[in-house]
């Protein structure tokens, strides 16, 4: 299975300011192909349905304000949240879907 | 509104059974493959089972194959979750999720999740 890490499992940012959160999967995700890298990353919120953020790596999902970016190719991706809102407190999880099972991240745990 | 709704969680015992189910609305749930994901408490994420849009083909993570199966009535616009045989690590909120795709394998519309307690 593939296996993805992320880093850190926690951090504090203050509001405004910018917060990034690293994934690393155990094999490169690049579909040659295609040329597209088969990594997701999702906003979970307690009592709220989890979102869907960043799709192909770097793609923002639907109503995804710009704040949010997704980057990187192959093995080593990053989420960066730039202006940081009081409402993105949650647990940010990146997934690849480059083969079954798709295997999650452990989570990061986004604080103000 | 498009969204889905999970229901049938709650309290099994180890060995019993339980079947979960999504109903999906707001959207033409016959176009998409559908998949389970669950969370246990205080654990990350963890795909579970994919259905194919027919229903004809299934796939499964290898600690729930062969006491898990996936189904669906588009008819009814619903997805299943059969467990049989169910463990104590089982225990977990089970989001019933979207694939935007064919098999593509990311989601883009989550349920809320409904709660499986395995305890005797």
């Known amino acids: 299975d593939f296996v993805v890490t992320q880093s850190p499992d926690s951090l504090a940012v203050s509001l405004g300011e910018r917060a990034t959160i690293n994934c690393k999967s155990s094999q490169s995700v690049l579909y040659s192909s295609n040329s597209r890298d088969y990594l997701a990353w999702y906003q979970l919120k307690p009592g709220q349905p989890p979102k869907l953020l960043i799709y192909w790596a770097s793609t923002r999902g639907s109503g995804v304000p710009d704040r949010f970016s997704g980057s990187g190719s192959g093995t080593d991706f990053t989420l960066t949240i730039s202006n940081l809102q009081a409402e993105d407190v949650a647990v940010y999880y990146c997934q690849q879907y480059y083969t079954t099972p798709y295997t999650f991240g452990q989570g990061t745990k986004l604080e103000i | 509104e498009v969204q889905l709704v999970e229901s049938g969680g709650g309290l099994v015992q180890p060995g019993g059974s339980l079947r979960l189910s999504c109903v999906a609305s707001g959207f033409t749930f016959s176009s998409y493959w559908m998949h389970w994901v669950r969370q246990a408490p205080g654990k990350g994420l963890l795909w579970v089972a994919r259905?194919?849009?027919?229903?004809?083909?299934?796939m499964y993570a290898d600690s729930v194959k062969g006491r898990f199966t996936i189904s669906r009535d588009n008819a009814k616009d619903t997805l299943y979750l059969q467990m049989n045989s169910p463990r104590l690590e089982d225990t977990a909120v089970y989001y019933c999720?979207?694939?935007?795709?064919?098999?593509?394998?990311?989601?883009?519309?989550w349920g809320r999740g409904t709660l499986v307690t395995v305890s005797s």
């Open positions: 259905v194919s849009i027919d229903g004809s083909s299934a």
């Open positions: 999720v979207r694939d935007p795709r064919v098999a593509t394998g990311y989601f883009d519309l």
